[in-house]
């Protein structure tokens, strides 16, 4: 009920935290020894030296025991005490670091290539279209988890065909793909339709996720949405009729204007909120007495 309250009324409803699964109210995904994982979000795939220091910095300071690379073009700090999490956010907000939102029912990454900017394949600007799609869509809640992909070219590096939506860059514009899986199903995507600008694809993409968000039911991932109500009723919606698209990509922006926001910064500044990181008890102690 709260997904839905919040998906349909994002300027009237105000967010339930108690509702949610414990990785999405902690902010961080639980590990099966209580410990937390940490992914700090890298537009599409991108990153500098000085995030990259801010980062090992944090693994240093906290000691944190695995630093991983994740298949979505990140770097994931895994082990993380749950009383440390507000600190160690804190340190990566200061170096230009949010939340990755690794742990949320919404967008996790949009994955890229290299695209024209250094591939001699490339068609179009893959990696700047696809950092532009992860600073417009972040924050929102979706009924399940989305991921994206940007392949500069038909060779596809990015994996674009098996993502939740996908684009992939021809000469002539870009290709736009829908209901894609690649993880206990396993699904190649579907052609939503051709477009031949930027633009026009962050219009489209931003009409999907909003009737995905608006029609599919709790916990269905787009492939499962579209294996019941069909590709072609999408089609109808988004490209057949240009003014629907328009009004549900309006109606994204109305949300991400409410929901587009750091969780991290919130509860890392916020000292009120600190003492629900810090543990009730330490249980290795009171056993051993």
């Known amino acids: 009920m709260n997904y839905y309250l919040l998906a349909d009324w994002p300027l009237e409803y105000r967010d339930d935290p108690q509702s949610r699964f414990v990785n999405e109210r902690k902010h961080a995904n639980i590990q099966k020894d209580g410990t937390f994982s940490v992914v700090p979000r890298m537009w599409g795939g991108i990153t500098t030296p000085d995030e990259l220091r801010a ?19 990140r770097i994931d700090l895994l082990g993380v005490k749950g009383e440390d999490l507000p600190a160690i956010w ?17 967008l996790r990454t949009v994955k890229t290539c290299v695209g024209t900017d250094h591939c001699r394949f490339g068609t179009q ?8 799609l992860e600073k417009h869509l972040w924050g929102s809640w979706t009924p399940h988890k989305l991921k994206l992909a940007v392949s500069g070219c038909p060779r596809n590096c990015a994996e674009a065909t098996c993502k939740d ?22 699904k190649g995507t579907e052609v939503l339709c051709k477009v031949a600008s930027e633009d026009e694809a962050i219009e489209v993409i931003s009409a999907m996720t909003q009737i995905y968000r608006e029609n599919a039911k709790y916990l269905d991932r787009i492939y499962k949405w579209l294996a019941k109500v069909g590709l072609d009723w999408v089609k109808e919606q988004i490209v057949d009729d240009l003014e629907n698209r328009k ?32 543990p009730l008890a ?6 051993a007495e």
């Open 90 to 106: 804190s340190d990566l907000n200061q170096a230009g670091l949010v939340s990755g939102h690794a742990y949320s029912k919404g």
């Open 282 to 287: 330490n249980l290795t102690l009171e056993a």
């Open 55 to 73: 980062i090992a910095d944090a693994a240093d300071k906290y000691d944190v025991p695995t630093v991983k690379v994740t298949g979505g073009q």
């Open 247 to 278: 009004a549900l990509a309006k109606r994204f922006a109305v949300s991400q204007s409410v929901y587009r926001k750091d969780p991290w910064a919130e509860h890392a500044q916020n000292r009120n909120t600190r003492a629900q990181y810090a």
């Open 165 to 186: 939506i996908g684009v992939v860059c021809v000469d002539s514009g870009y290709e736009i793909h829908v209901g894609g899986a690649a993880g206990m199903e396993i």
């Open 125 to 132: 600007d893959s990696t700047g279209l696809g950092i532009k």
